[in-house]
T-cell receptor, first 113, second 113 residues
Framework: ETGVTQSPTHLIKTRGQQVTLRCSSQSGHNTVSWYQQALGQGPQFIFQYYREEENGRGNFPPRFSGLQFPNYSSELNVNALELDDSALYLC???FGQGDYEQYFGPGTRLTVT | RKEVEQDPGPFNVPEGATVAFNCTYSNSASQSFFWYRQDCRKEPKLLMSVYSSGNEDGRFTAQLNRASQYISLLIRDSKLSDSATYLCVVTPGYGGATNKLIFGTGTLLAVQP
């Protein structure tokens, strides 16, 4: 186990609703990255938080937003859910920005109906 | 054009076979290279880093050709437990979140008894 935890494990929402996903990073890690993995695809980078600041963002609309707390845990918020937001959401923690080994949590499977 | 391209497979091979996966990446400035393994409905896990000099870990050998922007993974003496999706991954080395992971779509390997 990596020590990275995510909650909830599964979630079902309807179109237009809002959702918050949570991630607890591995002890000692100050960087959290979020990824979206649609069925049959590789994970796609959403954004990264380093020491509570957003440190880079992928090609996702503003309705995807995040937060990192002083204990380095993180939240991903998605507003106005669309059917295409159905995916596995993964968070990965690492120590610093130059440490390329990132440890993934088990993911949250979101279904939008 | 996708930043990282892989043959999605599936590759169906008998136990004991040797199988090779290939991957190309589009950005010549890419900085670091990896192979990740992902079991069905699980999170990706780092299999190995890839270097120009090539590197080997037991039955697994990875190679990078920067001139051709090509990455390979060779698995010898395939085991049933090798059945998984193999993801080719690069980091951009530029912009924000220089260590963000850019994934290919993954290649599915099924090892048959």
């Amino acid at each position: 186990e990596t020590g990275v935890t995510q909650s909830p494990t599964h979630l079902i929402k309807t179109r237009g609703q809002q959702v918050t996903l949570r991630c607890s990073s591995q002890s000692g890690h100050n960087t959290v990255s979020w990824y979206q993995q649609a069925l049959g695809q590789g994970p796609q980078f959403i954004f990264q938080y380093y020491r509570e600041e957003e440190n880079g963002r992928g090609n996702f609309p503003p309705r995807f937003s995040g937060l990192q707390f002083p204990n380095y845990s993180s939240e991903l918020n998605v507003n106005a859910l669309e059917l295409d937001d159905s995916a596995l959401y993964l968070c990965a923690s690492s120590f610093g920005q130059g440490d390329y080994e990132q440890y993934f949590g088990p993911g949250t499977r979101l279904t939008v109906t | 054009r996708k930043e990282v391209e892989q043959d999605p497979g599936p590759f169906n091979v008998p136990e004991g076979a040797t199988v090779a996966f290939n991957c190309t990446y589009s950005n010549s400035a890419s900085q670091s290279f990896f192979w990740y393994r992902q079991d069905c409905r699980k999170e990706p896990k780092l299999l190995m880093s890839v270097y120009s000099s090539g590197n080997e870990d037991g039955r697994f050998t990875a190679q990078l050709n920067r001139a051709s922007q090509y990455i390979s993974l060779l698995i010898r003496d395939s085991k049933l437990s090798d059945s998984a999706t193999y993801l080719c991954v690069v980091t951009p080395g530029y912009g924000g979140a220089t260590n963000k992971l850019i994934f290919g779509t993954g290649t599915l390997l099924a090892v048959q008894p």
